[in-house]
């Protein structure tokens, strides 16, 4: 900062045109010089000093430069983005499944909060062929190929009820028959006397994605309803697999991957995927906070398996842990044969998750004796 008196000086040679004295103070045998007073010699008495004309360049947080490094350096990470995987967590249920067995070929799967979608990846794959895999998440992101998704907030009585709809209809969801017709073919199954493709299945082949989502679930319940009259009507005794389809439990496994989503408070302007304003945060980085919010979803979530799962089913959460954990625990062993505790592999050490595997639901068991 400059003194009055050098501000005096140097005003006085620029309007003045007299030469510039500056006296250097910094020892006793400081001599005096004169400059005369050119726009060149005050531009480097005047500057401010060349560091603070500079613009610094915008360095990122050091929480980023920190995940940016360790994504690096995980082989999960890498290993993920070579198969083609949406994120390193598909290994954590590739770990799981082979140990416990939960996925067989043309099952239905149930896959909450599946965004990004890598466990949803890894269900599709497991379940093929004439398997399907439906994905309920709150924030928007693209479905994995194979795979049916719901946005909206499971927590809702409207998103569960919409789920239930939706998986009622045995054939809903899975993948469509691909018929090609060639000339030569059908003059081949002419020559040998083989029926060809009627007008029903032409009709079939022909009808619009939205044409079949609206219908199939009504006639698929209208279906279930018959083939369950035909059965009791004669007298054959029903199995528990049509007990379970009458009481809507048509669902083989529950995956939840989900956390509790508090709002997103930083990295607003970051417009690049999704509207930020309705992004969410996986953690808020208080451990009891994320704890109990991972306990009210697993509660949500046993509650809807109680609706859906049918007997035999499994059921998988990730979960915070704490201290109200092992209450949650009682209730799994009260409905389920098995009930494992994991921490797989590919899961941070220093991360607080962990899984619940609850192997084969229990048949006849009444809901308030479960959740006492």
């Known amino acids: 900062m400059l003194s009055p008196r050098l501000f005096r000086q140097l005003t006085a040679s620029l309007l003045l045109d007299r030469p510039l004295v500056l006296t250097c103070r910094c020892s006793p045998r400081s001599t005096i010089s004169q400059w005369p007073a050119s726009p060149r010699n005050l531009r480097h008495v005047l500057a401010p000093p060349r560091n603070l004309l500079q613009a610094r360049p915008a360095s990122s947080s050091s929480s980023s430069t920190r995940w940016k490094s360790r994504q690096t350096r995980d082989v999960f990470s890498r290993e993920a983005k070579v198969q083609g995987l949406k994120s390193r967590a598909a290994f954590k249920l590739l770990e799981?499944?082979?140990?416990?067995?939960?996925?067989?070929?043309?099952q239905t799967v149930i896959d909450l909060g599946y965004a990004p979608g890598s466990w949803s990846q890894v269900a599709v794959r497991l379940t093929a062929p004439h398997g399907r895999v439906v994905g309920i998440d709150v924030i928007p992101a693209q479905p994995p190929r194979g795979a049916s998704t719901i946005q909206g907030n499971f927590l809702f009585e409207a998103v569960q009820a919409e789920v239930r709809q939706y998986v009622q209809d045995p054939q809903r969801g899975r993948p469509r028959k691909k018929a090609v017709f060639a000339s030569q073919d059908a003059e081949e199954a002419e020559e040998e006397g083989r029926a060809g493709v009627t007008e029903e299945e032409l009709d079939e082949l022909g009808r619009a994605y939205i044409d079949i989502e609206r219908g199939e679930g009504a006639e698929g319940k209208v279906k279930m309803t018959k083939s369950h009259d035909a059965s009791a009507s004669?007298?054959?005794?029903?199995?528990?697999?049509?007990?379970?389809?009458?009481?809507?439990?048509?669902?083989?496994?529950?995956?939840?991957?989900?956390?509790?989503?508090?709002?997103?408070?930083?990295?607003?302007?970051?417009?690049?995927?999704?509207?930020?304003?309705?992004?969410?945060?996986?953690?808020?980085?208080?451990?009891?906070?994320?704890?109990?919010?991972?306990?009210?979803?697993?509660?949500?979530?046993?509650?809807?398996?109680?609706?859906?799962?049918?007997?035999?089913?499994?059921?998988?959460?990730?979960?915070?842990?704490?201290?109200?954990?092992?209450?949650?625990?009682?209730?799994?062993?009260?409905l389920f044969e098995k009930v494992h505790r994991e921490k797989p592999e590919s899961s941070r050490s220093e991360s607080k998750e962990a899984y619940f595997v609850a192997l084969r639901r229990k048949p006849d068991l009444a809901k308030e004796d479960v959740f006492r």
């Open 234 to 334: 004669e007298g054959g005794r029903i199995t528990r697999r049509e007990m379970d389809e009458l009481e809507g439990r048509v669902v083989d496994v529950v995956l939840s991957d989900m956390s509790a989503p508090w709002e997103q408070t930083s990295g607003l302007w970051i417009r690049s995927v999704s509207d930020p304003y309705f992004r969410m945060m996986n953690t808020s980085g208080m451990a009891f906070r994320d704890h109990a919010g991972s306990m009210d979803l697993c509660t949500a979530t046993l509650t809807f398996c109680y609706d859906t799962l049918r007997t035999g089913g499994h059921f998988l959460c990730k979960f915070y842990q704490g201290a109200e954990d092992k209450a949650f625990e009682t209730k799994l062993k009260r």
């Open 96 to 106: 799981l499944n082979e140990k416990h067995k939960l996925f067989k070929p043309g």
